[in-house]
């Protein structure tokens, strides 16, 4: 079954730490990985896409890295803000249709404390 | 600034009412989507557009209609709430291979 795990459900770091949250997939065939944050009664804004042949992206303070072989990808934040309190949510694309069909995490909550 | 506009934005009624939620976008899009989001929990498809006149029901069943007249415009309508279809709804649209989606701010329904 495809499916997309993140960990951990939810997270409380204080202002300027840095933080790395985790998403584990079982989706085949794949086609490419985004991050995705989501603030507070807003819809998700994408952060970054990775396909099968890249292992690192950045975007700013968020880097995202994928490890096509284990099915693992992270989204590491340095010098956390305030602002940066939100759910980031893993989608993974397969490639089993022309649209690709998208499998989504259930997010991790993340709280940025001053 | 994503160019892709949902209304209402909350909106509360009583059971067996009709409504209709409004997506519109403005960045030429052919394929357009609406998911469902409960608290916690992942979004569910729940009907897609791949252009004018062309929809599809998605993975999660639901008694919401939509209809695609114009490539900008997508809406969705209940017929007859109930409280079971009080949730998130969020729009979306791509227009690029790699299937990036744009999202609307969400419309959060409430049905007593």
């Known amino acids: 079954k495809n499916q997309v795990e993140q960990s951990p459900q939810s997270l409380i770091i204080l202002e300027g730490k840095n933080c790395t949250l985790q998403c584990n997939y079982t989706v085949s065939p794949f086609s490419n990985l985004r991050w995705y944050k989501q603030d507070t009664g807003r819809g998700p804004v994408s952060l970054t896409i990775m396909t099968f042949s890249e292992n690192t992206k950045s975007n700013g303070r968020y880097t995202a890295t994928l490890d096509a072989d284990t099915k693992q990808s992270s989204l590491h934040i340095t010098a956390s803000q305030l602002s940066d309190s939100a759910s980031y949510i893993c989608v993974v694309s397969d490639r089993g249709s022309t649209l690709g069909r998208l499998y989504f995490g259930r997010g991790t909550q993340l709280t940025v404390w001053p | ?112």
């Open chain 2, 1 to 112: 600034e994503a160019d892709i506009y949902q209304t209402p934005r909350y909106l509360v009624i009583g059971t067996g009412k009709k409504i209709t939620l409004e997506c519109s976008q403005t960045m030429g899009h052919d394929k357009m989507y609406w998911y469902q989001q409960d608290p916690g929990m992942e979004l569910h498809l729940i009907h897609y557009s791949y252009g004018v006149n062309s929809t599809e029901k998605g993975d999660l069943s639901s008694e919401s209609t939509v209809s695609r007249i114009r490539t900008e415009h997508f809406p969705l309508t209940l017929e007859s709430a109930r409280p079971s279809h009080t949730s998130q709804y969020l729009c979306a649209s791509s227009g690029d291979g790699a299937n990036v989606l744009t999202f609307g701010a969400g419309s959060r329904l409430t049905v007593l």
